[in-house]
């Protein structure tokens, strides 16, 4: 029905300009044409039907906008219901729990931030990755979580992937300050 009304106003529109031109009319119709348009855009952005996620990126990048949005609970929502897809490998499997760990850590539930970071480091415990400067704030969290004993043990197994990335070694401060 606002199609036909579109098209109504449209046609409308172009036979006043030509026959009875005058700027109030043509005004007047302009946005008669201009409030369709709105109207129809409206109604096909509420009633289409939202993507369904099913890929790795759909969720981790959804995710990231709603944490930018500061919509916590969503984002961990969202990175949930990505854990449960069994098409994602180890490594996006783990990139969506230190995501959560991420952002459980951002609201300073050191408990459950651990949690995730332990199966973040369980998933790609054979796989070679590279170092990062967050993994301190990681470490720092089983402190805060009162698991030290698990901290030293993460440092630990991060400081023997030294073999493939020297960055690692940065954490050995981090180890003696554990052992005082």
């Not at 994602?88 to 408990?111: I, V």
């Not at 990681?138 to 991060?158: F, G, M, P, T």
């Not at 400081?159 to 180890?175: A, I, M, T």
Request: charged share 30%.
């Amino acid at each position: 029905m606002l199609y036909f009304s579109l098209i109504y106003d449209v046609i409308h529109l172009i036979y006043r300009a030509i026959t009875q031109y005058s700027l109030e009319n043509f005004v007047y119709d302009v946005l008669s044409v201009i409030r369709d348009l709105i109207v129809i855009w409206i109604i096909v952005k509420i009633t289409r039907p939202k993507k369904k996620r099913t890929k790795f990126k759909h969720f981790h990048n959804a995710a990231i906008i709603a944490e930018m949005d500061k919509e916590y609970e969503k984002a961990l929502d969202i990175r949930n219901e990505g854990l449960k897809l069994p098409t994602l490998n180890n490594e996006e499997h783990a990139s969506l729990y230190a995501g959560n760990g991420g952002t459980y850590l951002y609201l300073k539930d050191y408990n459950n931030a651990t949690l995730c970071f332990d199966k973040a480091f369980e998933l790609v415990q054979e796989e070679e990755f590279p170092y990062d400067e967050q993994y301190i704030e990681v470490i720092e969290s089983y402190v805060k979580a009162n698991r030290k004993e698990d901290a030293l043990k993460l440092v630990e197994s991060l400081l023997q992937r030294q073999s493939y990335d020297k960055k690692f070694k940065k954490l050995q401060p981090v180890r003696e300050k554990l052992l005082i």
